[in-house]
């Protein structure tokens, strides 16, 4: 009796489940889209300006503009950061998302290896003026290699040295350094008496893998080899790491309480004057919101072995950014693509970047004064001529995570006092890279 | 020698009785007390003197008292993202939940703790083990349930207020079951049947004399459900929208790539956790309601 | 009417169980069966969108996590333990402090509601605030603990750690404790208030301590809702994700990589929801198991009035 009883209400969760199964997945991924509801278009934005607010202020105006000219109305949804790939993740999933949204440019490879995004082939890319009309390096991070984009750049950035100026007067440093060695014995000059020369995120695992893929590029090191498999334990990828971890366990240029920095102290660090110099994206806004004047800093480019940054080993910097992509399941295929076109036209680039900060991958827009400034100066031109992507592959997170996360416990290490040697850094890499494995 | 339990202090004077607490006694309470009081206080402490100052001051060196002074978060809060809304949000899934919650564990508690009946060993264990499975598991197959509910029928599970308080009030029921249970069984059998004389039906005797003589119970299972629904976040990030979005969701909209507002964090947190304290400080008059002991002799 | 009063009578326990049988049905076990079927699958980006038609990978997925001589085996068995220890000493240590509060709070004294109150304040909090102003206390330069430790009692030589290296653990369990040993007092205290004022007269009139009186009489009676409690909270404490996720992000240290971040990781972040979902499986089988031998532990002399 009791296993008629515990077999019938096994079956029917299982029944049940089935059924919840056999509607699973949604419609599925199907073709390229439909028409069906062409007045209207889900758009969901990432987070940029310094607030949600802030960015529905910025992108309200816009999105009235387009429904004046188009007469598509646009629900926009501005979605913080730690929701984001959640949100894009059960749209994935059940098939029930936006139109269109904005997505970090190194999710791009493995969103488009879920096959949920549309192919920007040069029909589409015609329907938005042209591949032609966008940065080189910031097409290259829109998937990967060898296939058609998955997105289309709309925001970008690139790292760069931030310097206190005043500091730097102090230890008697006339201008910002160019190469590591230069940084290293600036930031030697001034680190005592409770100050410190650069700062540094330890615990934050995507800024640890934007510094050493950077580095990497310089050592010749790629962490992925060309077919597409990790390679963490090449000479030039050991010799990256190293040089980044030694700023703290030789050189003692970073303090080591920034092995468990992760809620950006570092930018705090800088802001009051315990650090002298910062490697970051665009920080301007937050020096600002921390008490400095825009005259205390100076910006330059991110440093390289020798000679100026450039292509090749002259790379000092990830390309950062945001692209749009469009659902490959919209009810509005038309609608969106109108809606991409808007968001990448000239005009529009030019004021959305300027609001935000950040450099417009569109060659056209690029041209606008604003982004010839102090800060956003320096930003644009290490984005046109030293910038790489990182590698554009399906596991890209994992990568993320795995290298991050060597690098962060190497911080640790360094902080603790333990020896730093090149076989420890090829060890925690070679761990990192058999977690990849999986 | 004394007893723990509650007591009416004597008038008229300090006079040691002979069943006064030991000195021992007192003093390691107070100890105790003020201890366990000073670790639970410490970081409510300083959430309230970062939600005071300025940012540059937040995460700067510590000091136990701030050097600047400022309101200004407390009334930025409301600006910065919309935590009136998120607020009502909470309050409403939150509230819905808990009554509905304890509604259905009232219920089946009652039947559980009173009846014997083909299947309740196995509906009790199957309704434990779903506390064994990570929450994250349950994140994308109740998201595809939701839609393919929405799809068939029409009505919107997820993004949607009335998604989320089915989800919440069903992860409070299996401890509230569970603990009911439990506080139902200490209820004596003779309650019950003093009921059935006076003619009340089971669920007369259910509601006449189980749930008031249990009444403790209830409320900690009430205030359980309710922090279950008013505290969750990874369920709420996915399956609201705007406009639904709840406090706990909300509350990292202070976060941004490059600021984050440690103060108004502070300030915000503070503010949404005073009505739940003060509904404590009213809650926790019933938690000692109830005596059965001597009614049925 | 004989016949339909009893099918009443009969049928009442199962009318009353319908609404939470249902609830439980579509929230809980459709899902979890749901995701007992992806651990079978390989459910990698690839296949996600189409996730009714991936491929069948059988005991594939099982077999990477338990095969402890590889890299993510082995560091699966570090978390487990770490995870184990962890939760017996939070079980415990929250367990302990909150039925000393309620037996501390029985007695009415002046104040007594307002400590109450305060005591349940850890647990109004939001999570992700109290658990970030801890993580600020424990910041090794700017923290209060190490301000109070390394500058103001001269306790320790150098500042150390919390947030990483092995005082992690350490830190993960404060904040754990902090945040979870109030509702054990709720709890506990919920559960004081049904003891009969009698018995303790008896015993006291009889000549029996303080202590005694504990053992005897308090103990024994909150013995129904301490046996659910110590297993929920064992439960509630070995799946908690928010708190480590909160104090440390992405990547635990290793002295306190709990299974929660383990697990999120190998699915969430890494996009393998059939290795997630493997390792889930594996997690809920465990802790049937443990379960089952602490409830037969347990049951072994009790009234079965509640069974």
């Known amino acids: ?109 493995s969103l488009q290896a879920t096959g949920a995004l549309l192919s920007w082939d040069r029909k589409n890319f015609a329907a938005i003026g042209g591949r032609d009309r966008f940065l080189a390096p910031a097409l290259d991070a829109t998937g990967a290699a060898g296939k058609d984009p998955a997105a289309v750049p709309l925001y970008s950035l690139a790292y760069a040295l931030y310097y206190n100026k005043r500091m730097f007067q102090e230890a008697g440093i006339s201008k910002p350094p160019a190469t590591w060695d230069e940084l290293v014995a600036d930031g030697k000059r001034i680190a005592k008496d409770g100050k410190w020369g650069l700062g540094a995120e330890g615990g934050q695992l995507t800024n640890n893998i934007h510094q050493a893929f950077a580095l990497g590029k310089q050592h010749g090191a790629d962490f992925f080899d060309a077919a597409g498999k990790p390679s963490f334990t090449s000479d030039g990828a050991v010799a990256a790491v190293k040089q980044y971890i030694d700023f703290m366990a030789k050189d003692k240029i970073i303090a080591p309480g920034n092995a468990e920095y992760g809620q950006n102290q570092s930018l705090r660090d800088f802001a009051t004057g315990r650090t002298a110099m910062v490697l970051w994206q665009a920080a301007a806004t937050t020096f600002s919101a921390d008490g400095m004047k825009p005259g205390d800093w100076g910006v330059a480019p991110v440093p390289v072995p020798s000679g100026t940054p450039g292509t090749g080993r002259q790379i000092n910097s990830m390309l950062a950014g945001i692209n749009i992509a469009v659902f490959k399941n919209t009810r509005n295929l038309r609608g969106a693509q109108k809606f991409v076109r808007f968001m990448t036209s000239d005009a529009e680039q ?51 995570t795995s290298v991050g ?32 494995a999986q | 020698m004394r007893s723990p339990v509650a007591r009416t202090p004597r008038p008229g004077g300090r006079r040691r009785s002979p069943t006064a607490p030991p ?21 409510v402490y300083v959430m309230f003197s970062s939600s005071l100052k300025p940012l540059e001051d937040v995460s700067g060196a510590f000091r136990w008292l701030p050097s600047e002074l400022t309101v200004r978060p407390y009334l930025d809060i409301w600006h910065t993202v919309p935590l009136a809304r998120y607020f009502l949000n909470s309050l409403i899934v939150a509230g819905s939940a808990t009554v509905c919650s304890v509604l259905v564990a009232v219920f089946a508690a009652y039947a559980v703790s009173r009846y014997h009946f083909r299947g309740k060993r196995i509906f009790t264990v199957t309704v434990l083990s779903t506390q064994m499975f990570p929450g994250i598991l ?160 | 009417m004989r016949g339909r009063a009893r099918l009443r009578r009969v049928g009442l326990p199962y009318l009353l169980l319908l609404p939470a049988l249902l609830l439980e049905l579509l929230v809980h076990l459709v899902p979890m069966v749901i995701g007992i079927v992806m651990s079978f699958k390989e459910l990698t980006q690839l ?52 039925t000393a509060a309620a037996i501390f709070l029985q007695e009415n004294f002046r104040g007594r509601g307002l400590l109450r109150a305060v005591f349940l304040t850890p647990y109004a909090l939001p999570v992700y605030a109290a658990v970030i102003t801890w993580a600020f206390l424990f910041q090794r ?46 709890v506990v205290m919920a559960a004081l208030q049904s003891i009969p004022k009698d018995l303790y007269e008896a015993a006291a009139l009889d000549g029996a301590g303080l202590i005694r009186q504990i053992r005897r009489i308090t103990l024994p009676s909150l013995r129904p809702i301490n046996q659910v409690l110590l297993l929920v909270l064992f439960l509630w404490s070995f799946n908690d994700f928010n708190t480590p996720y909160v104090l440390f992000g992405k990547a635990a240290p290793e002295a306190a990589d709990l299974l929660s971040i383990h697990i999120y990781q190998s699915s969430f972040v890494t996009w393998n929801f059939g290795t997630g979902s493997a390792m889930s499986v594996l997690l809920l089988l465990f802790l049937l198991v443990v379960t089952a031998g602490y409830l037969l532990a347990t049951s072994r002399g009790r009234k079965s009035a509640d069974a």
């Open chain 2, 23 to 43: 000195r021992t006694f007192l003093w390691t309470r107070r100890i105790f007390l003020t201890a366990l009081t000073g670790f639970v206080l410490l970081p």
């Open chain 1, 1 to 109: 009796m009791r296993i008629l009883r515990a077999a019938t209400v096994t079956a029917t969760v299982t029944a049940l489940a089935a059924v919840a199964a056999g509607c699973g997945g949604g419609s599925g991924f199907g073709g390229g889209g439909s028409d069906d509801s062409p007045r209207s278009l889900t758009y969901w934005a990432s987070n940029q300006g310094p607030n949600v607010e802030a960015d529905k202020k910025i992108l309200g105006p816009e999105l009235k503009k387009f429904e004046r000219r188009t007469g598509i109305k646009v629900k926009l949804e501005v979605i913080p950061w730690p929701e984001l790939l959640n949100r894009i993740l059960a749209a994935t999933t059940s098939g029930q998302g936006p139109d269109v949204l904005n997505i970090g440019n190194t999710w791009s490879a």
């Open chain 3, 47 to 98: 296949h996600i969108a189409h996730w009714g038609a991936a491929p069948w990978k059988a005991l594939g997925n099982y077999r990477v996590t338990v095969d402890f001589d590889a890299p993510a085996g082995a560091t699966l068995l570090h978390s487990f333990v770490v995870t184990c220890a962890f939760s017996v000493l939070t079980v415990g240590l929250c367990w302990l402090l909150g």
């Open chain 3, 141 to 186: 330069d700017n923290g209060l603990v190490n301000h109070v430790l390394h500058d103001q009692l001269g306790l320790t030589g150098d500042r150390p750690f919390w947030l990483l290296g092995d005082n992690s653990f350490v830190a993960l369990l404060v904040v754990s404790v902090w945040k979870t040993w109030p509702f054990a007092f709720l």
């Open chain 1, 405 to 436: 996360t060597a690098i962060k416990d190497l911080f640790a290490d360094a902080a603790a006092g333990h020896p730093v040697t090149t076989a420890s850094v090829k060890a925690r890499l070679a761990k990192a890279q058999q977690q990849m």
């Open chain 1, 350 to 400: 030019r004021l959305l970047n300027k609001a935000y900060g950040s450099i417009p991958p569109v060659k056209a827009a690029q041209r606008d004064p604003a982004f010839d400034r102090k800060d956003t100066k320096v930003l644009r031109e290490t984005l046109t001529q030293s910038a790489a992507p990182l590698p554009q592959i399906a596991e890209e997170s994992q990568f993320e």
């Open chain 2, 138 to 297: 349950f994140l994308l197959p109740l998201f595809l349930i939701y839609v393919n509910i929405g799809n068939t029928t029409g009505v919107a599970l997820y993004g949607s207020r009335g998604g989320l308080v089915l989800t919440y009030l069903t992860f409070s029921l299996p401890f509230s079951l569970w603990m009911l249970t439990g506080y139902f069984a200490s209820v004596p059998r003779e309650l019950d049947e003093a009921a059935y004389v006076d003619g009340c039906g089971p669920l007369g005797a259910l509601f006449r004399v189980v749930v008031p003589a249990a009444l403790p119970g209830i409320i900690a299972v009430a205030v359980y459900a309710f922090m279950t629904a008013w505290g969750e976040v990874l369920f709420a990030s996915v399956m609201t929208n705007d406009t639904t979005r709840t406090l706990s969701v909300g509350l990292q909209g202070y976060a941004t790539q490059n600021d984050v507002y440690w103060n108004q964090v502070m300030a915000a947190s503070l503010v949404v956790s005073v009505p739940v304290v003060a509904g404590f400080l009213l809650l926790q008059r019933y938690l000692v309601a109830g005596l059965t002991a001597g009614a049925v002799k």
